[in-house]
T-cell receptor
Framework: GAGVSQSPRYKVTKRGQDVALRCDPI?????LYWYRQALGQGPEFLTY????????KSGLPNDRFSAERPEGSISTLTIQRTEQRDSAMYRC????????????????FGPGTRLTVL | GNSVTQMEGPVTLSEEAFLTINCTYT??????LFWYVQYPGEGLQLLLK?????DKGSNKGFEATYRKETTSFHLEKGSVQVSDSAVYFC????????????FGDGTTLTVKP
């Protein structure tokens, strides 16, 4: 079936505005992950969900960042009062099985949303 | 905390050359180790993985062995092709909370004909 999709693919916003980034995982995938990737660096873990439950949000940089997955499928990453340092590629991934403890499954990545804060 | 250190790039090789991209890690518990690849204009995709010490992951001619004693997971390929040109990321999943992954900064490989 279709892969992980993210929207919008590109977002330009002004400092101080709120933005919402959407991730639509592969149908039936239990786990969903959010990452942030700065230019020239690897993805940086933000948070992940099993079904609708947020399992770990230790990577969210501050309280302006939040994520939800209310029905265990689509997820939204919201950044409030954006700052220039929030500019980055935001990547979403999903995996078939639940992650946690010693167990993790192959993650399938979406194309990312390029966020630019002016 | 966990960390992954990758060989700095960029790496440029001629077709059919031998490839090694070094990766070392720091982690507690029993992490799983991964190599991801990002081809130009595409998203990240899993290349191979190993879940315990001495395991060898392999795919598309690439190999990497999980070496706990040296905390390494070096990527190798005996004969690279132009189509292998991409960015390669080494990563680990947390040893006690496997949903949380740590990535290296990536190594850009260019293979010339």
């Amino acid at each position: 079936g279709a892969g992980v999709s993210q929207s919008p693919r590109y977002k330009v916003t002004k400092r101080g505005q709120d933005v919402a980034l959407r991730c639509d995982p592969i149908s039936g995938h239990v786990s969903l992950y959010w990452y942030r990737q700065a230019l020239g660096q690897g993805p940086e873990f933000l948070t992940y969900f099993n079904y609708e439950a947020q399992q770990d949000k230790s990577g969210l940089p501050n309280d302006r960042f939040s994520a939800e997955r209310p029905e265990g499928s689509i997820s939204t990453l919201t950044i409030q009062r954006t700052e220039q340092r929030d500019s980055a590629m935001y990547r979403c991934a999903s995996s078939l099985s639940a992650s946690g403890g010693l167990s993790t499954d192959t993650q399938y990545f979406g194309p990312g949303t390029r966020l630019t804060v002016l | 905390g966990n960390s992954v250190t990758q060989m700095e790039g960029p790496v440029t090789l001629s077709e059919e050359a031998f490839l090694t991209i070094n990766c070392t890690y720091t982690a507690t518990g029993y992490p799983s180790l991964f190599w991801y690849v990002q081809y130009p204009g595409e998203g990240l995709q899993l290349l191979l993985k190993a879940t315990k010490a001495d395991d060898k992951g392999s795919n598309k001619g690439f190999e990497a062995t999980y070496r706990k004693e040296t905390t390494s997971f070096h990527l190798e390929k005996g004969s690279v092709q132009v189509s292998d040109s991409a960015v390669y990321f080494c990563a680990l999943s947390d040893g006690t909370n496997a949903g949380k992954s740590t990535f290296g900064d990536g190594t850009t490989l260019t293979v010339k004909p």
